[in-house]
């Protein structure tokens, strides 16, 4: 028998946080960024309704993008949504890249911009960071006469840091007009610093800029795959053109709609936010464990001046049963990933946090 040849495409494989540990029944998962309270009760409650589901979902996600253009003063037009921000990923990069092409990614940097961009054949150039924050200035001495796109998540996935307004439209003027700048504001919501601003609030009129935001982080919707993407009405039409059909679900683009809705859930899930990752991380530094500010629903622990290697605590909290993110795919040293939980899941991981450093 022949094995019909297929492209052989040099990436490593997207790992997602892991979720499960042998022979442990109940898991605190603090390792994919969820949301800390769950999912708007108004979500959720639309979910159990008699949706039709027999029927295939609106394709445009009509009802959505008017919902999300209304509560961010956009134009619908401007809008796609897709089966998660992920799938925005997908789509833009089918639609500019080929063989020839360069991508630039900061060197730390969410894995599915590298993966979606080596698929279509590109070459992705990794722009150094300067203490786990994206550089602008090492992003513009990647640029060469192939770069065609920008991908910078902000505030960054893992790291957790974020470039400032300022930063941000420095960046834009000095990037060559025709490079498409792609700014993934997955964390947006969580973000209340002065210098800090939203790519739409930067960018809103920019053709060069394309903007992606997603209802699995805050929201509470990872497992519906719901995502979108803002930019100029001539890519969203293109776009259009080559996405998958109803490549939102229906169930998706209805819990969207409501949890856009609750204002409330979101109002409390940012401060419970804001709360815990201070408490976390104060209780952290007293075990010489260093971590950003909080900027986003996780932290970035670097154990570097700890007594303890990365490694080490991982694997003493995975017997308790608790799971942090390992930064090996990332290819960052000694670190682990930490998703601030709910109430109870934060007090056990400070409690066997306090149980493993009281160890001599
Ligand atoms: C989690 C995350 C996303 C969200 O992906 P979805 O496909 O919408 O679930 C996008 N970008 C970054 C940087 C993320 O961390």
């Given at each position: 028998m022949t094995l019909p040849k297929f492209k052989k495409?040099?990436?490593?494989?997207?790992?997602?946080?892991?979720?499960?540990?042998?022979?442990?029944?109940?898991?605190?998962?603090?390792?994919?960024?969820e949301s800390a309270l769950g999912t708007s009760k108004k979500a959720l409650k639309?979910?159990?309704?008699?949706?039709?589901?027999?029927?295939?979902?609106?394709?445009?996600?009509?009802?959505?993008?008017?919902?999300?253009?209304?509560?961010?003063?956009?134009?619908?037009?401007?809008?796609?949504c897709g089966s998660g921000s992920d799938e925005v990923i997908q789509i833009l990069c089918q639609l500019f890249l080929e063989p020839g092409d360069e991508v630039i990614v900061p060197e730390y940097s969410f894995l599915m911009y590298r993966i979606y961009s080596k698929i279509s054949g590109a070459k992705v150039k990794f722009a150094k960071e300067k203490n786990f924050?994206?550089?602008?200035?090492?992003?513009?001495?990647?640029?060469?006469?192939?770069?065609?796109i920008v991908f910078i998540a902000n505030p960054n996935n893992p790291t957790g840091t974020y470039l400032t307004k300022k930063e941000l439209i420095l960046l834009r003027k000095k990037l060559r007009s025709n490079i498409l700048l792609v700014l993934d504001d997955a964390y947006v919501e969580y973000v209340k610093h002065l210098d800090y601003s939203s790519a739409l609030k930067l960018f809103k009129g920019k053709e060069n800029v394309f903007i992606l935001r997603t209802f699995s982080k805050i929201y509470g919707l990872a497992a519906l795959r719901v995502g979108w993407g803002y930019g100029s009405r001539k890519i969203i039409k293109a776009m259009n053109n080559i996405k998958p059909p109803f490549n939102v679900n229906k169930l998706a683009q209805i819990?969207?709609?409501?949890?856009l809705e609750d204002k409330n859930f979101l109002k409390k899930s940012v401060a419970h936010n804001i709360i815990w990752g201070n408490k976390i991380k104060n209780q952290l530094n007293k075990y010489d464990i260093s971590t950003n500010k909080v900027n986003t629903n996780f932290l970035l622990l670097?154990?570097?001046?700890?007594?303890?290697?990365?490694?080490?605590?991982?694997?003493?909290?995975?017997?308790?049963?608790?799971?942090?993110?390992?930064?090996?795919?990332?290819?960052?040293?000694?670190c682990l990933r930490l998703t601030i939980g709910n109430v109870s899941e934060n007090k056990k991981l400070i409690l066997n946090l306090k149980r493993i450093f009281s160890k001599k």
């Open positions: 495409i040099e990436i490593n494989r997207y790992k997602p946080g892991k979720s499960k540990i042998l022979r442990i029944r109940k898991v605190i998962k603090l390792s994919a960024n639309v979910l159990l309704k008699k949706n039709n589901i027999f029927k295939y979902p609106d394709n445009e996600s009509t009802n959505l993008r008017i919902k999300i253009a209304k509560n961010f003063s956009l134009d619908e037009q401007k809008i796609i924050k994206v550089s602008i200035k090492n992003i513009l001495k990647n640029v060469t006469k192939f770069t065609k819990a969207a709609i409501k949890s670097n154990f570097n001046n700890c007594k303890f290697s990365s490694k080490y605590v991982k694997t003493k909290l995975e017997k308790k049963g608790i799971i942090l993110r390992s930064m090996e795919s990332y290819n960052i040293k000694n």
